[in-house]
């Protein structure tokens, strides 16, 4: 992808040398099984949708922790410390935001809402949001609470080695989908979705949050589209970075990992194959109508 030279956002907040430390009360009746997760096959792919789940929906992530049951937080801070590789992270996530921003705000111009820019918060291990606490476990997360995207960079050196989709245009892709959530939440389309969820059964609630999602990577394929049109962004195997990301996240693909099996009824992101395809509606269609995942029949 071609970045470098160009704008980059202030609208960071670079929480890397906080700490957010636990103390008091009870022990977490659901922390020790967090923990096993943690180390056997498969578990992070279960965190990730579980809890990536609860952020999304402002589910308070500190009763998960058993914060709420009289244990009491304290942030602690320090020296951001960090490698070369991952100051240049930060130096390019900064530009993607940038070049969101700028795509976005063109994009809303001519219609009734205009384009707010979102934060994004750099964080490691947990950091607290309007939706609760959030980990890195989660990967990557955008909370409508408070309109800011969550972002610990060690996401990405799972993406490349645990689920095989390095590359800087398959970090570039997450990122523009948490965008595309903001963009969702500025426009209602969160707001009345989660009122349809509260009214549906669990099936049709998971239905219409991959309906949401699917949305969110039509809208990074969007992003995509005319951000090459404007800046030449692109280059020679970026997009299949980018696809390789989407079937890497695919619930199909971590359910597999996970569990050994597929429960399409539990989806809440939607199948690589859908995401896939979605991402790439928006790359090649490049408008707003294109990606109204809500009125199609077949996702």
């Not at 809303?108 to 606490?133: F, H, I, N, W």
């Not at 992003?223 to 404007?230: E, L, P, R, V, Y």
Request: glycine content about 10%; aromatic content about 8%.
């Amino acid at each position: 992808m071609r970045w470098k030279g160009n704008r980059r956002s202030d609208n960071i907040d670079d929480r890397r040398g906080r700490r957010v430390v636990r103390s008091g009360g009870s022990r977490s009746t659901m922390l020790p099984l967090i923990m096993q997760l943690t180390r056997s096959r498969g578990g992070w792919a279960v965190i990730v949708i579980v809890a990536g789940l609860m952020f999304f929906t402002g589910t308070d992530l500190t009763t998960l922790l058993g914060l709420a049951d009289g244990q009491s937080t304290q942030t602690t801070s320090r020296p951001v410390e960090q490698s070369a590789e991952e100051a240049e992270t930060v130096e390019f996530m900064a530009t993607v935001l940038a070049d969101t921003e700028d795509t976005w705000t063109a994009l809303m111009a001519g219609g009734q809402t205009p384009y707010v820019e979102p934060k994004l918060v750099l964080y490691r291990d947990s950091t607290r949001s309007a939706c609760g606490l959030g980990q890195s476990a989660m990967g990557p997360c955008y909370c409508p609470g408070d309109q800011k995207i969550y972002l610990d960079l060690s996401f990405f050196g799972q993406l490349s080695r645990r689920y095989g989709a390095p590359g800087d245009f398959a970090q570039a892709y997450v990122l523009a989908h948490e965008v595309g959530h903001h963009v969702q939440t500025l426009l209602g389309i969160s707001a009345r979705n989660h009122e349809a969820r509260q009214r549906a059964t669990e099936v049709e609630a998971n239905r219409l949050s991959v309906r949401q999602e699917l949305q969110a990577d039509c809208f990074a394929g969007l992003w995509a589209n005319k951000a090459d049109q404007a800046r030449q962004i692109l280059e020679s195997g970026d997009v299949e970075e980018a696809l390789a990301a989407a079937t890497a996240i695919g619930d199909d693909t971590l359910q597999r990992q996970a569990q050994g099996r597929v429960t399409p009824d539990s989806f809440t992101h939607g199948s690589a194959e859908q995401r896939l395809r979605w991402f790439t509606v928006g790359l090649e269609k490049g408008s707003m109508d294109s990606c109204n995942t809500f009125t199609t029949n077949t996702l």
